[in-house]
């Protein structure tokens, strides 16, 4: 077993009385304290997140951007610079490979963000598809830490914190500038559900960053949150995670995320094809379609268990937790369609051979109030 790999906030992390897990070969911050009371300080005030295992890779030159309509399914020619887009690379079947950021930094300079678990993967696949573009794939994941400040108070503590116009930063768009002291690309985007910011920095300023903004968040009830809190925000937001809700057996038709996929742009792109056929499948007959489904028990659901209906299996769980916003146990499902419409009676979770009774509910849980 190779030794995992750790963020530049290691030490902090520990002396912070961290729990420390592995994560896609990272050694990350499970918890601080309560995850609970992590999860409800990002819904009610705000939180301080470490993903710097999460992987950038840049791509620049005269056909950097075709190149990215060519290998990812997005449209990634109309992203403005400052801009950001979610988009998915797929496999020529059009299985997806991962779900990605791109940022557009500059004219003919794009940042890419994929998963920590498959930043590899994705740099391989782009640097292969670069053949022939006049484009240049670069591993820049040793190059950055990455920061996130979420929560309803995060624009205050950012903003305490910076001269950059964080009013005029509109959700899905970065701009450079100088937070604490630190060059930063200060990003507004998330995985939480709530309004935040990312920041990407030099791994040697991340310490400097984090106590600046621990700081600065004081007033406001900011505290150090771990992936645990990470994972029931994004379930509480519908959000889709890859291993779960996102797999290399899926297109993002299967996912129910078919509108990231842009056969309106110009030139081929890898899995145009399948993807066709995948949509044209959806429309005709529907797969399994992904729901929410909320406990009346008080049983937590797991990946992989079973979701019935009349002593038929109908479906499976991808995500489950227990909710500290709606109070109950939640879970992300694959079911079949003719199970899927809000409110369909009869549906449960076999969990450890007893039908749990399970209420099924469009996504997401949770919306944030603007």
Not at 86 to 91: E, H, L, P, S, W
Not at 115 to 140: C, K, M, P, S
Not at 258 to 287: I, T
Request: some cysteine.
């Amino acid at each position: 077993m190779s030794t995992p790999r750790t963020t530049a906030l290691d030490a902090l992390h520990r002396s912070l009385g961290a729990t420390m897990t592995d994560f896609a070969g990272w050694d990350m911050p499970l918890r601080y304290a309560s995850e609970r009371e992590e999860h409800q300080a990002v819904r009610t005030r705000a939180g301080l997140f470490d993903l710097s295992h999460m992987g950038e890779i840049t791509v620049t030159g005269a056909d950097a951007a075709t190149l990215l309509n060519f290998a990812l399914v997005g449209n990634i020619a109309t992203v403005g610079v400052g801009r950001a887009r979610y988009t998915m690379i797929c496999r020529a079947d059009g299985g997806i490979l991962d779900d990605l950021i791109v940022y557009r930094l500059a004219e003919t300079v794009y940042m890419v963000v994929a998963n920590a678990g498959n930043a590899q993967t994705v740099l391989d696949a782009l640097t292969e598809r670069a053949a022939g573009f006049d484009a240049e794939v670069r591993d820049d994941r040793d190059g950055y830490a990455l920061l996130a400040v979420q929560g309803p108070h995060s624009a205050a503590i950012v903003k305490s914190v910076t001269d950059a116009d964080l009013d005029g930063l509109k959700y899905y768009a970065g701009l450079p500038g100088t937070v604490a002291g630190v060059e930063a690309l200060i990003a507004r985007t998330g995985y939480t559900g709530e309004d935040g910011f990312e920041l990407f920095v030099a791994p040697a300023d991340a310490e400097k960053l984090w106590q600046a903004l621990t700081e600065a968040g004081a007033e406001y009830g900011l505290v150090p949150c771990g992936l645990s809190c990470r994972d029931t925000l994004r379930l509480e937001a519908g959000m889709p995670l890859y291993g779960h809700e996102l797999t290399t057996e899926l297109t993002p038709f299967d996912a129910g995320l078919g509108r990231v996929v842009k056969f309106e742009k110009d030139g081929d792109f890898v899995g145009r094809e399948a993807l066709a056929a995948a949509a044209e499948r959806a429309e005709s007959a529907p797969p399994r379609k992904l729901v929410g489904l909320i406990a009346e028990g008080r049983r937590v659901p797991r990946a992989g268990m079973p979701v019935v209906h009349g002593g038929q299996v109908i479906g499976e769980v991808t995500s489950g937790a227990p909710s500290p916003t709606l109070g109950k146990p939640l879970a992300m499902a694959y079911v079949d369609a003719a199970h899927a419409a809000p409110g369909t009676a009869g549906v449960g979770v076999d969990i450890r051979g007893t039908h749990e009774p399970y209420e099924v509910v469009a996504l997401p849980f949770y919306k944030r109030q603007k």
